[in-house]
DNA sequence: CATTAGCACTCAGCCTTTCGGAGTGCTAAT
DNA sequence: ATTAGCACTCCGAAAGGCTGAGTGCTAATG
């Protein structure tokens, strides 16, 4: 219980919150007291609402205007007052239809799913797909597609497939990738991503290997494969927070949309949430993002048995419907672990 | 020749033209006078471009303002005014740095180009990957995901990956699986994606094949495996646009993201372009789409051999600066097809 | 003593009015 | 044919006024 806030102070807290996420205006004391039917007048309201922005929970645009929630309110309503509702049926079914891999590319999948977060929830659905790194190594093909250039595919343990061009010094026969692959393929068979780079490296080094040229070449190439690329974030829904009235005015607009190009740091956000399992939220400046001002993030992680894959989640204003969108967040993270089992 | 155009009105036409691309507001007698050293008197060019207005040259926005050029103007000023530039060294530079493929994706390389689009020309760049169909078979793989689950990849002679996950009715062997893709590779090599389809359901009808559980089962997984899938488009730099000032209302916005979030009116008319060779050029309603309402695309080919491979280009508002930009789309293009050229 | 009615006060948002400037079309002079 | 001159139009910014929702404070009330 926080200091200072008696039933009442709390019951009027809870209804500003809640009246605020539906209309996006600042609430005065005559709405909560028509609104809520607290036998209370407005006048003293007014007063529990002063109180309240003493304390820092509640914050007035200007004099003569209503009242809107702070960081700190929303983040006490989600700690002690928000009732987590459940998934609506309709929703349910929504989310489980789309979550479905056959016929799909991997990425697919992960793209559909966001999809499905933005859909349903009606703000932007996010998910970054498993670190490549962090994933077991499967299988590895090299296919020669001219003169100097081979085209190198890496299969991974969950599925993902990679694939990167390579420029090679000298012409390669066919035979020769496939038998540079076997090799591969043999050696890495089991290792994680990681494991498979540091593997490669020290391979370089041994004498007898430096000097047999097929496999050389082999790791000299696995080692161009391997280079890390971006992971990947698939962010969906954009467009629906065009219809939210606080991001009506076109700066604000730019702003997101150019917080949302360069999703480097929303991965380093993400990333942080892989070490804490379940759902994470953060609210406004709570994400020590800038492009994150005026939003909230809500995470989840998928995992494949013990290991943590990655994380999905929904981006909204600050004051989106967290009783509703936590367990949306919720089920589909679950409903992409199961997808993502392989029994 | 147009009609009715003498040298005189062709000169205040392209004065108004120019001014218009540049400062996006309508453009007044006294301003083509000063600002290009014509030795007439503000009356006369007035004269004059009521005239153009009446030919359906120019506009005006109400009777005080000064005239924008219509849909024709900017299809008379491409056809018959314009003095195509050539790109500039910096330019040309960072579309060559930006071209190359080692130790990228090939989606990357077709979104790098993409961003290379926008990022020389600041409009929108936008790249339509090359028809999996229309390609060529390299090779088909197998892979056991799961008990009941295996993910094909498909490889194209271009070097397209595509991978698709497909649900089994029953268990298979990774063995098995093995099998069957030597099988649809020594099958299906050389044919075309579209040609494989057909091959593969013929081959399905074969009495012989039907009753070998293998070969039947092997045709039904690649049958699943080569439905056809969402043709890829990379659309790069939309918040280019939002710094011009004809997209400064949000509303505005909104219309064109919705536009570019269902990419399948862009992709119909990108395919037809496919069809004519070189630089194409669609002025606001030339394009038949209501969303590129204001909007001009400028397309180009890439292509391979005598193969037209896709269609690049760059999307702006209708003012863009067609000298400027018709080079880069032509020059990258170029870049383009000289990258996929496996020698 | 907590609660409430009453009241003066504030201020964003909207509407209206005003006004200047940029640009036009027309006419008469060159 | 060209141009100077002039009356006219109309957008858009600036300024003023009004309204209504909402506040804080005070004094009355149970």
Known sequence: MHPGMNIRSRQILEAVIEDYITTAEPIGSGAVRSRHGLSLSSATIRNVMAELEETGFLASPHTSAGRIPTEKAYRFYIDS?????????????????????????????FREVSQALSSVSHYMGIVAAPRFNSNLFRQIDFIRLGARRVLA????????????????????????????ANYLNSMLHGLTIAAVKSRILKEMENEKIRYDNLLANALKLSQQAFDEAGAELFIEGQTNIFDLPEFADAEKMKSIFRAMEQKSQLLVLLDSCLQAPGV????????????????????????????TLGVLGVIGPTRMGYSKVIPIVDYTAKMLTKLLHND
């Open 153 to 180: 595919i890496l299969v991974s343990q969950s599925g993902s497939v990679q694939n990167r061009i390579i420029e090679l010094q000298e012409d390669v026969a066919a035979t020769e990738l496939q038998k540079m």
């Open 81 to 109: 007052l928000l009732a987590v509702g459940s998934v609506d049926r309709s929703e349910r079914e929504e989310i489980r239809k789309r979550c479905c891999m056959t016929g799909k590319d991997v990425d697919g999948v």
């Open 280 to 307: 994470n939220i953060f609210i406004g400046s709570e994400s020590h993002l800038n492009c994150m001002t005026g939003m909230s993030l809500i995470t989840s992680t998928y995992v494949s048995g013990r290991n």
